[in-house]
C-alpha cells in the first residue's frame, strides 16, 4: 500500500481543515454565524468571571443532586445561568463536628440572581445561615482573561518545548512537522466546539495539553521507525518509500493504541454528561492526533527530504560538466 502517493492529498485536508477552523471560530452556531454581538466563542465562567457560592448542608450531597436544582432554574428563573459542576466537601469545624458544604460556580451574578440561586439551594436542603459557613465571592473577569492568556502560553511553551527536543533527536524540519500537526489537533478541537456552541474552559485547557502529549507520543513512535530505517536504507530507496515503508509498520500498533484510548473516554462521554465538554475535547483530539502523526508531521518530513534529494540530483550533472 503506497500511502505517500497521497501525500498532496493529506497536505490538503490539513490545509482545509485549518481554514474552516479558524473560520469557526469567528462563525458559530453560539454567535449566530456572526450575527450576534458579544464574543464569538462560548467562554466558560473560569475565562468570563462569576459567582462563587459555598452552601452548607445538612449531610452529605452529590454533585447531580446540586446540578438538578441549578437546571430547574435554568429551565424557569434563570436562563442564562451557567455553571460548573457542583462540588461537595466537608471539614471538621472547630469543635471537630463534621460539616458539609457544597462549593456552586456560577456566572457573574447580581444581587437578586444571587438571591434566587441560595434560595433554589435552600429550598432543595435547608435554610443556611452565615455563621453556618455560607460564604458568597464574586469572581473578577480579569482574573478570567490572566487565564486565558497563561493558557496560551502554556500550550506554546510546549509545543516550543517538544519541537527542541524533536530537533534535538531527529531534526529540525521532522520537528517543525510535528508542531504543525499538533496545531492541527488543538485548532481542530477549538473549531469543532466552537462550531457546535460548546462551552469553553479550564478543563479544555487541560484536554489540550493531554492532546498534545497523546499526539506528539504517536509521531515519536513514527518518527523512531523512519530513524531505524534509515539505518538500513536500501541504495536508489527514496525517503518516501522509506517513510511510507515505516507507517505501515507502525500503523496497527498506532490504530490498536488509539482505539483503546478512545473507546475508554467514549464510555465517559456517554455515562458522565458533567464531563461532555472534556470528553469530546479528548475524542476529537486523540482521533486527530492518530491522524495528524501519520497524515500530516510524516509527509511533511518526506516532502520536504524529497526535495532535498531531486535539488542534489538536479546538481550532480552540473557539478560532472565542469
Not at 497536505?11 to 454565524?33: E, K, P
Not at 456572526?34 to 468570563?48: C, M, Q, V, W
Request: glycine share 8%; with cysteine.
Amino acid at each position: 500500500m503506497n500511502l505517500m502517493k497521497y501525500r498532496w492529498v493529506f497536505i490538503g485536508v490539513f490545509l482545509l481543515t485549518m481554514a474552516l477552523s479558524v473560520i469557526f471560530l469567528f462563525f458559530n452556531t453560539f454567535n449566530g454565524f456572526g450575527t450576534k454581538p458579544g464574543s464569538s466563542l462560548n467562554l466558560g465562567i473560569d475565562f468570563t468571571g462569576g459567582t462563587k457560592i459555598y452552601f452548607p448542608v445538612p449531610h452529605a450531597v452529590t454533585s447531580s443532586q446540586v446540578a438538578a436544582v441549578l437546571d430547574d432554574l435554568q429551565a424557569t428563573q434563570l436562563p442564562k445561568l451557567k455553571y460548573n459542576a457542583p462540588q461537595p466537601g466537608q471539614n471538621p469545624d472547630s469543635t471537630g463536628v463534621v460539616r458539609y458544604k457544597v462549593m456552586v460556580y456560577t456566572n457573574f451574578l447580581n444581587d437578586s440572581e444571587q438571591g434566587i440561586v441560595i434560595k433554589a439551594l435552600e429550598a432543595k436542603f435547608g435554610k443556611a445561615e452565615k455563621n453556618q459557613g455560607l460564604e458568597v465571592t464574586r469572581i473578577d473577569p480579569l482574573i478570567g482573561k490572566e487565564l486565558v492568556n497563561k493558557s496560551l502560553l502554556a500550550v506554546l511553551i510546549a509545543s516550543g518545548l517538544m519541537l527542541v527536543y524533536i530537533w534535538f533527536r531527529f531534526e529540525l524540519v521532522s520537528g517543525i512537522g510535528a508542531v504543525i500537526a499538533l496545531l492541527h489537533d488543538c485548532l481542530l478541537v477549538m473549531g469543532l466546539m466552537a462550531l457546535l456552541g460548546m462551552e469553553m474552559n479550564a478543563a479544555i485547557i487541560a484536554a489540550l495539553l493531554t492532546i498534545l502529549g497523546y499526539s506528539i507520543n504517536d509521531t515519536i513512535v513514527v518518527f523512531d521507525r523512519i530513524r531505524e530505517n534509515l539505518k538500513y536504507r536500501v541504495k536508489g530507496t527514496s525517503f518516501v518509500e522509506l517513510v511510507n515503508d515505516s507507517l505501515l509498520q507502525t500503523f496497527r500498533r498506532s490504530l490498536n493504541t488509539g482505539m483503546s484510548a478512545i473507546m475508554a473516554v467514549l464510555v465517559l462521554f456517554v455515562l458522565v454528561p458533567s464531563l461532555k465538554e472534556l470528553c469530546f475535547a479528548l475524542l476529537v483530539g486523540m482521533t486527530s492526533g492518530t491522524y495528524s502523526s501519520f497524515f500530516i508531521a510524516s509527509p511533511v518530513w518526506a516532502i520536504y527530504k524529497d526535495w532535498q534529494e531531486r535539488k542534489k540530483l538536479a546538481a550532480k550533472p552540473a557539478v560532472a560538466t565542469r
